[in-house]
């Protein structure tokens, strides 16, 4: 037994790694040797979260508003600042890799390097604008989020912030607010509370109706898919097959042909709009822009109402609100309701 044990004992593999250092050297310090080589050879690709971290410590204090506890740049500093407005990741897309090679390595250091004092001066901003906020009584939206840029901006603009940087930073983030903090209703109503602009979408709605007219596309495929839509799905196979159908619907021209068959009294429609809910009356009757509706169903409805349910159901709220936004919501809500052509009057 002893004689197998010492057979067996000879005739062991070898490390694997003994064939790559010198046999004379202690096995520790020629492992350790071979891991510092390894270590030398990768050395080239560096992670870019670490050589951002690494290149924001070097510039030193004048960042903690901006920094992590650890000292390291914030998520959304590298998100609102760094990426976009310093490394410029649109028009240098290979900074933007996980892992960058060399010459982009020493690339983003020297970039982050070199906006070092705006970093500072965006800091101090970023000081001003926060205490504006408190005076102001400001709680809508994040403020890393929404003034890191603005900050910058200042940082590279103006400078050191002024004697006056108190009253910069309420005007900035008073016209940075002002359109933002406004519900959609209410940039609706302002809209339409000029007689001219009603006139125009009057006259408009009266030429676009008259433009409508179905298409030649057989309705049969979308009604036959109905019943996949509107069916149970209770398991992952079935809900992928259901979605499926559900996007092939959305993209037929039938929905946008029932709404042009709806308005003609001599058409045939699978179902009745009034049976439905969509309507009170048959064929459905040319809303008006403003005024009192003729019912409670959705077609009975004015246009301003539905563009605002529109705008309640799909608006998010952290988009501008502006009146070339509440016309493409106005031209979308039409078209889906049958009230004017697709081809037709869409906002630029």
Known sequence: MFACVNVLVRRRLPIP???????????????????????????????????ID???????????????????????????????????????????????????????????????????LTA????????????????????????????????????????DADTVAETMLLELHGDRDRTAGAVLT?????????????????????????????MGPFLSGLPAVLGPADDH??????????????ADETPFNLGALA?????????????????SVAPQQRPTVLGEQRGERPLDRTVAERVRATLRRGLDQTEPLTSPCCATRRWTARVRHGACSAKIGRPP
């Open 190 to 218: 302002d809209h339409l509370s000029d007689p001219a602009v009603v006139d125009k979408l009057t006259r408009q709605l009266a030429a676009s109706w008259g433009d409508v007219s179905p298409g030649g596309a057989i």
């Open 54 to 120: 690494e290149a924001w410590r070097r510039i030193g204090p004048g960042l903690e508003v901006l920094s992590s506890t650890d000292g390291g740049p914030l998520r959304r500093t590298v998100k609102r600042i760094i990426d976009p407005l310093v490394l410029r990741l649109r028009v240098n897309p290979q900074f933007s890799t996980p892992i960058l090679a060399g010459d982009a390595a020493a690339a983003v250091d020297a970039l982050i390097a070199a906006h070092g004092r705006e970093l500072v």
């Open 17 to 51: 790694t003994s064939a790559l250092v010198p046999s004379g050297a202690p096995v520790y310090d020629r492992l350790m040797s071979m891991g510092l080589q390894v270590a030398t050879d990768v050395s080239v690709a560096r992670p870019r979260r670490a050589v």
């Open 263 to 279: 308005r003609d009294e001599m058409s045939v429609l699978p179902w009745s709009i009034v049976d439905v809910g969509l309507s």
């Open 237 to 250: 196979s079935s809900r992928g097959a259901r979605q499926r159908v559900w996007s092939a619907l959305i």
């Open 124 to 163: 101090g901003w970023f000081s001003y604008l926060k205490k504006a906020r408190r005076r102001l009584r400001i709680t809508t939206g994040n403020a890393q989020e929404m003034y890191f840029p603005v900050c910058f901006e200042l940082a590279v603009t103006v400078g050191e912030p002024p004697a």
